[in-house]
């Protein structure tokens, strides 16, 4: 039997075909246009499923379930989107809207429960505790406790992104301000790299991001290996935000793996490195073995993985 995980972005819907112990058989994605109806996503999420079966050579018999992983807080135990802001959605019975498109069962957890499940996958031989924190257009967590998604008693925990790091501070999506998301995501960096452009017009960050056309999570970091003195000072600044959140999750948690994906994570040891270095230093446990803190393995395929595995 295969099992088919959907990764639900607000830039794009990835999915694919999974065997039982998690490996990938085949995989597409489509654009989500998050702006349209709900149902329309849905629609198109039944669609790809059919490609993706058509692709893979395999009948609907022999695809057991469904998984999808959606941003937002989801009510696991009836399928139903309960809050999303990333897509815009309340109390969306999702699960039960792509069943009566696919007549498969459809199982759904927050996406980054299911890029967390999809990593441990990878990671967790013999690690009682797994924190993935993935660094997209927002901050996601997913807490893995004794090989199983911690959910809380409401199936609302591990959102880290929507703590607190700096009181009053810039406005999140969620509608309140200072979150770490505000901070630490792809998109504070690359607004903090635009404030820092308009500051330095001789930046070699205006430079590169005219020449690719755009801004993104990169361009600080590809002016930061020419020595550009404003590129370093926003990716220290960066840096100090996401490690300071980092800190915070050992701090109340004291995971066995800090696990971090996303774009930004791209970025390798230039990021990591400074990371794990602040972490050490100001993390409240210094006498005991410390958190390892590492890059994700499976990218943007964590989440496909992961959802897909939410019925086993």
Not at 37 to 45: F, G, L
Not at 62 to 73: A, N, R, V
Not at 270 to 283: M, Q
Request: net charge negative.
């Amino acid at each position: 039997m295969y099992y088919i995980g959907i990764d639900l972005g607000g830039t794009n819907i990835a999915a694919g075909i999974v065997e039982e112990k998690g490996k990938i058989i085949c995989k597409k994605s489509i654009p989500t246009l998050a702006y349209r109806p709900t149902d329309e996503i849905v629609a198109d999420m039944a669609k790809l499923i059919g490609m993706l079966i058509e692709k893979g050579g395999i009948s609907t018999s022999e695809i057991k379930s469904i998984g999808i992983g959606c941003p937002g807080t989801i009510d696991i135990e009836n399928g139903v989107v309960i809050y999303s802001n990333n897509i815009p959605m309340k109390h969306y019975p999702m699960a039960e809207k792509l069943c009566e498109w696919t007549g498969l069962q459809v199982y759904i957890d927050n996406d980054a429960n299911c890029a967390a499940l999809g990593e441990y996958a990878v990671y967790g031989e013999g690690v009682s505790s797994f924190m993935l924190i993935t660094l997209g257009t927002g901050v996601g967590g997913g807490l893995i406790l004794n090989g199983s998604i911690y959910h809380g008693f409401n199936g609302a925990a591990a959102e880290p992104g929507h703590m607190t790091i700096v009181s009053g501070g810039e406005e999140c999506s969620c509608g309140k301000r200072g979150c770490w998301e505000a901070y630490a995501s792809a998109t504070a960096l690359i607004r903090l790299t635009k404030e820092a452009m308009k500051k330095n017009p001789q930046s070699l960050m205006n430079k590169i991001a005219a020449e690719n056309d755009r801004v993104t999570g990169k361009t600080v970091f590809d002016a930061v290996l020419e020595n550009d003195g404003a590129a370093q000072a926003v990716l220290s600044n960066y840096i100090r935000y996401l490690a300071d959140g980092i800190v915070n999750v050992e701090n109340m948690l004291q995971p066995e793996i800090i696990a971090i994906g996303g774009g930004v994570s791209h970025a390798g040891e230039t990021l990591f490195a400074p990371v794990r270095e602040y972490v050490r230093k100001y993390g409240f446990n210094k006498y005991l073995k410390k958190a390892k803190i590492v890059s994700a393995k499976l990218g943007n395929d964590a989440g496909i993985v992961g959802a897909a595995l939410l019925n086993l």
